[in-house]
């Protein structure tokens, strides 16, 4: 199947890319897209609408990047505060070597 070519008119004198809807795409929107991209410049939406990332930060809604944030470093030191905690309630106990296992429908002898 041949690759279907967008049907976008580019306007040299205006710098801009006409979209089949009408809408106008400067480059320097474009640009500005990519920048963001390779910066990680996101903006979120839907339910976390507000929320921005900014390289390795993660900003609530009205703060900025100096203000509260959230970086890699601070998961990993909640983790670390976290699993050992986690680990000890849900770790089922190992049995020692002088206790008996009993498995069901299989015999067991009298040592």
């Given amino acids: 199947m041949p690759k279907r070519r967008l049907n976008w008119h580019y306007d040299d004198d205006k710098q801009e890319f006409l ?4 809408r106008r795409i400067s480059l ?3 640009a500005g897209m990519l920048h963001a991209k390779a910066e990680c410049h996101i903006d979120l939406e839907g339910p976390w609408a507000g929320w921005r990332i900014r390289g390795a930060a993660l ?3 009205r703060s900025t990047i100096r203000g509260p944030h959230l970086k890699p470093h601070n998961l ?18 190992i049995p020692r070597a002088a206790d008996v296992l009993a498995i069901p429908h299989q015999r067991v002898k009298a040592g």
């Avoid at 979209?19 to 009408?22: D, L, R």
């Avoid at 030191?77 to 680990?87: C, D, E, Q, Y």
């Fill in 19 to 22: 979209t089949p809807s009408g």
């Fill in 76 to 93: 990993a030191a909640f983790l670390r505060w976290a699993v050992p905690a986690t680990l000890a309630v849900e770790r089922p106990s």
């Fill in 59 to 61: 900003i609530p809604p």
């Fill in 28 to 30: 320097h929107e474009i």
